[in-house]
């Protein structure tokens, strides 16, 4: 993941793994809500998706000390959830933007083709991981008690 880390340290990569998501989000959305809503949400979803996926790369580059597993949900549920929990979106849509974000980073041509294949298979694995565990948040901790539990530092069923 730090080599990940690297390659999307420039605005570039970022932002065309950006265009090619929202591309795709616009077809799946417009398909399945109406043009009006569909066209309100990618927008929502275009300002904060660089953030939201640096901040995921981030978050996975930095696992190798016991502290930094340990803080990896608060990093994510400041990082990742609240800010897609600000723009209203659902659990499908947050799901269905994770794996477009890691089904895409194939289609990424700033990249040359045996790195990226060599990389494909960790960011698509990092990308799981944290489609599942952002879902996993998103319908189990209630908007209300998000901070409590942060301060906690774990989920209590």
Known sequence: MKEIKSLFGGRDLIEDLRELCISELRATL???VSLKVASDRINWIERVFSNVIRAVI???SGLTHQKE???IFVDVVERVVEPLQKIDCSVDEVSLIFKMTASLFNSLQNIENARRERLARSFHRCMECVRQAVCYMWTRIPR???REWMQVGFIVQ
């Open 30 to 32: 417009s398909a399945s």
């Open 58 to 60: 981030v978050v996975a």
């Open 69 to 71: 597993v340990r803080d």
């Open 144 to 146: 209300s008690q998000r």
